[in-house]
Structures are given as structure tokens and as C-alpha cells.
């Protein structure tokens, strides 16, 4: 286990206004993302990090600071969107097939979910290329989180 990313604020301001529900699942990303991460911004020396998360103007704000570092990138969200909208959907789906379909329909709304998350994760770990270098599984967490950030009740 790796833990560069050692604390994740969230600067609830500036975004969608979460229910309880969103927040528990905010919490929870956190936590996770806490837990076990590689997480190395360009040009910093190791860690430990710490994280904050806003919005501006249509873009995912990462101010990171450490012992001896401070950045700020901003990231467009418009190539993320489709993804996430679609994410939020099919995980949706998948809700409502655990209250009463069959294993095999479970299994294949699961499925698509997966790929989906697998390919936001993707998709963001590429984005913050050059900016922050990250691992498949930091990069499925960072991805969990900014679902979370972004979805309305």
C-alpha cells in the first residue's frame, strides 16, 4: 500500500449542493482514495500531499500543497461530462436491477458499469497527465470521487 494523498478537502461552495446520500458517498470516496493511493504531482519531491477540490467556471480545481509544494491545475470538465452523466446513469440501473432482476441482468448492467468507470478513469488519469501522475487504482478513486462531487440528488 501507498498512501502519497494523505487529506481531501472538498470545497462545497462551489459545487452542486449534496444530499445526505451524495455526501455519505463523497465520505466514502474520500476514505478510500485516503487509504490507498499513488498520487505524485509533477516536480514534487514524495509527500505527503494534500488535496483540495472546487469548482470554477466549468472546471475541476486541484490545489495540491506539501512539504516545499504548491500547484493549482484546473480541469475542463467537458470532455468528462458524457461520461459521468453516463456513469450516474448505469449506476442507477444497476441499483434498480439488484431490487428484483435476475443474476445474469445483474451481471450485465454490472459489467457495464464497470467498463464505464474503467473508462472515466482512464480518461481523467489522462488528463492530469504531465500535471499528476497516478496509478489505475488512484485513478478508478479519483474517478468515484468526482462522480460524487458532480451528482445532483
Same mark, same amino acid.
Do not use: W
Given at each position: 500500500?501507498?498512501?502519497?494523498? &494523505? !487529506?481531501?478537502?472538498?470545497?462545497? +461552495?462551489?459545487?452542486?449542493?449534496? &444530499?445526505?446520500e451524495i455526501e455519505h458517498e463523497r465520505r466514502v470516496a474520500i476514505f478510500d482514495l485516503v487509504e490507498d493511493n499513488v498520487f505524485q504531482p =509533477?516536480? +514534487?519531491? +514524495?509527500?505527503?500531499?494534500?488535496? !483540495?477540490?472546487?469548482s470554477q467556471d466549468n472546471r475541476l480545481v486541484f490545489e495540491i500543497s506539501g512539504q516545499d509544494? &504548491? !500547484?493549482t491545475h484546473a480541469m475542463s470538465l467537458t470532455p468528462l461530462k458524457t461520461v459521468i452523466r453516463d456513469y450516474g446513469?448505469?449506476? =442507477?440501473s444497476?441499483? =434498480?436491477? #439488484?431490487?428484483?432482476?435476475?443474476?445474469s441482468q445483474i451481471e450485465s448492467v454490472d459489467m457495464g458499469r464497470r467498463g464505464l468507470h474503467?473508462? +472515466?478513469? =482512464? #480518461? #481523467?488519469?489522462?488528463r492530469l497527465e504531465g500535471k499528476v501522475e497516478l496509478d489505475k487504482e488512484t485513478s478508478r478513486r479519483l474517478f468515484t470521487l468526482v462522480c460524487a462531487l458532480y451528482r445532483r440528488g
Amino acid at each position: 500500500m501507498t498512501v502519497d494523498l &494523505t !487529506r481531501i478537502d472538498i470545497d462545497n +461552495g462551489s459545487l452542486p449542493a449534496p &444530499t445526505a446520500e451524495i455526501e455519505h458517498e463523497r465520505r466514502v470516496a474520500i476514505f478510500d482514495l485516503v487509504e490507498d493511493n499513488v498520487f505524485q504531482p =509533477e516536480g +514534487g519531491q +514524495g509527500g505527503p500531499y494534500e488535496l !483540495r477540490l472546487s469548482s470554477q467556471d466549468n472546471r475541476l480545481v486541484f490545489e495540491i500543497s506539501g512539504q516545499d509544494y &504548491t !500547484r493549482t491545475h484546473a480541469m475542463s470538465l467537458t470532455p468528462l461530462k458524457t461520461v459521468i452523466r453516463d456513469y450516474g446513469l448505469i449506476c =442507477e440501473s444497476y441499483y =434498480e436491477a #439488484l431490487k428484483g432482476s435476475s443474476p445474469s441482468q445483474i451481471e450485465s448492467v454490472d459489467m457495464g458499469r464497470r467498463g464505464l468507470h474503467n473508462e +472515466g478513469a =482512464e #480518461l #481523467l488519469k489522462n488528463r492530469l497527465e504531465g500535471k499528476v501522475e497516478l496509478d489505475k487504482e488512484t485513478s478508478r478513486r479519483l474517478f468515484t470521487l468526482v462522480c460524487a462531487l458532480y451528482r445532483r440528488g
